[in-house]
């Protein structure tokens, strides 16, 4: 059997699970739109009467287990296109298709009403990290439950569940007539790893995601009582090491003491990254680095922040960074280097007295305005293998990376975002410097010369690349309600 038929086949079983009853108050809207403009169907009043049908639909997302890292769900990414691109027709695009990359498939898709009008390009990816591990998940990962007022699943927020807001506002707005501008949607398959081929994508196809402003929800907010909207993120640069002292492993009796052992160099390599205040010790590192004016950090200060509750939340008893600098100036406007995995040597049950040949690890810096990610993935690479004692030999390969980003607060779509959200919170959003990134977004402003607006939704506690992620179904239907004062005020 083709794997076009395989991917119909599974469509049509996840299809089969929609569980969307006939909704009498969807149908009575319809029917009064004979005798009335649907277009004054108020907003809440739509999600209340197919709030079951949405969470369905996003559920049918959700259900693919599109991990992009991981090669054996390759096929799960082509269902998931293909899932989204039903979606979008069904949510009233005019056109929709399932494009090629040099890696995972784009889904593209638009409604244009009049040339004449700007031009809306949402974005959003449709992978997920993967789950491991899975003994910490409360729930099965890829069958989300809807308990506590929450969706829990994997992709329940990150993007899938943020990404569905923009379908389901979409569709009120087409279904009632209150679309003002055109639109555009592109959602992507590689975002977690890096979106290597959608560089590729957007420069081939420029005049096809031609746009006045790229709408994105992929960050998070303060507070469901602070809203807030991200103004900048961090860059990226991530590399894989490997360590090598002996040429196969060695009893550690026998030989430990004198030869080296690849996981204690490494350990020390590593530690050397830092020195006593926090500081990252590779050499020209802060060279480009915009230092943020007293007036600036003045004003990032006003955001509420508890420190103590902070750090209960995350179970620790103190907090560790760069000298000088607050805990929100630490994840928004310095840069950090973390390792992500360290191993070698022997993890098996029980004991194994060995000396390991190797040692790996995954290092991630997270990088700030101004800063080139090519030239510190580069100042990485000859400073961690220049350090390495003659006793070992170490291979330093970069993986992915991308700029950081920064949206001006005077830019006439970040002012519809600030009203819109004002409308629906109640108060003025505050802007933030998420310490997150999102690499393509500085893409997108070198390729297509469009600047992004970072409307997320999500919050702190949603556990976005850890296990028992989840979305609060009020900030899943406040999206939803928000979105299209988005359009109304951008329009204007």
């Given at each position: 059997m083709s794997a076009p038929i395989l991917v119909q086949d599974r469509l049509g079983q996840i299809r089969s699970r929609k569980k969307t009853p006939a909704n009498p108050i969807l149908f009575l809207n319809f029917a009064l739109s004979n005798a009335y403009n649907i277009k004054y169907i108020n907003m809440k009043s739509y999600i209340e009467a197919n709030k079951d049908r949405f969470l369905e639909e996003l559920f049918s997302l959700i259900r693919i287990p599109s991990i992009s890292s991981e090669q054996e769900h390759k096929p799960d990414m082509v269902l998931c296109a293909e899932r989204w691109k039903e979606l979008l027709l069904e949510a009233g695009v005019d056109k929709a298709e399932v494009m090629p990359t040099a890696g995972n498939p784009v889904v593209y898709s638009e409604k244009i009403i009049d040339p004449t009008k700007p031009t809306v390009l949402v974005y959003g990816h449709y992978d997920v990290m993967p789950v491991a591990p899975l003994e910490l998940w409360r729930t099965s990962p890829f069958e989300p439950v809807v308990r506590d007022g929450h969706i829990w699943a994997r992709g329940a927020d990150d993007d899938k569940g943020q990404s569905f807001m923009h379908a389901k506002a979409f569709e009120w707005m087409v279904r009632t007539g209150n679309l003002p501008c055109n639109v555009k949607f592109m959602l992507e398959g590689e975002e977690e790893i890096g979106s290597p081929s959608l560089y590729g994508f957007c420069e081939e196809h420029k005049d096809l995601l031609k746009a006045d402003v790229i709408l994105v929800s992929d960050t998070s907010m303060i507070a469901t009582d602070v809203p807030s909207?991200?103004?900048?993120?961090?860059?990226?640069?991530?590399?894989?090491?490997?360590?090598?002292?002996?040429?196969?492993?060695?009893?550690?009796?026998?030989?430990?003491?004198?030869?080296?052992?690849?996981?204690?160099?490494?350990?020390?390599?590593?530690?050397?990254?830092?020195?006593?205040?926090?500081?990252?010790?590779?050499?020209?590192?802060?060279?480009?680095?915009?230092?943020?004016?007293?007036?600036?950090?003045?004003?990032?200060?006003?955001?509420?922040?508890?420190?103590?509750?902070?750090?209960?939340?995350?179970?620790?008893?103190?907090?560790?960074?760069?000298?000088?600098?607050?805990?929100?100036?630490?994840?928004?406007?310095?840069?950090?280097?973390?390792?992500c995995g360290i191993w070698g040597g022997y993890t098996g049950e029980g004991s194994k007295t060995v000396l390991p040949s190797k040692a790996y690890a995954k290092i991630s810096t997270r990088l700030v305005a101004n800063q080139d990610y090519e030239k510190v993935s580069r100042q990485f690479v000859e400073y961690f293998e220049a350090a390495a004692p003659e006793c070992v030999s170490v291979k330093v390969k970069p993986c992915h990376g991308g700029a950081a980003y920064v949206a001006p607060l005077d830019l006439k779509a970040y002012r519809a975002a600030e009203r819109a959200m004002q409308e629906v919170y109640g108060q003025r959003p505050i802007p933030t410097r998420s310490g997150g990134s999102i690499p393509i977004v500085a893409g997108f402003e070198k390729i297509l010369g469009i600047k992004s607006i970072l409307m997320g939704f999500g919050l702190a506690s949603d556990d976005i690349h850890a296990p028992n992620e989840n979305y609060p179904l009020e900030q899943f239907f406040r999206g939803i309600e928000t979105i299209p004062l988005f359009y109304k005020y951008f329009a204007e």
């Open positions: 909207i991200t103004s900048g993120l961090r860059g990226l640069c991530y590399w894989e090491v490997e360590v090598t002292g002996a040429n196969h492993d060695l009893h550690s009796g026998i030989f430990g003491g004198a030869v080296a052992n690849p996981i204690n160099i490494l350990c020390k390599m590593i530690a050397d990254l830092h020195d006593a205040d926090g500081h990252i010790t590779i050499p020209g590192f802060y060279d480009d680095v915009l230092v943020l004016g007293d007036e600036e950090r003045t004003l990032m200060a006003q955001a509420p922040f508890d420190e103590e509750q902070y750090k209960k939340n995350l179970g620790v008893r103190a907090l560790k960074g760069e000298k000088g600098f607050s805990t929100k100036e630490r994840t928004g406007i310095r840069p950090c280097l973390d390792v």
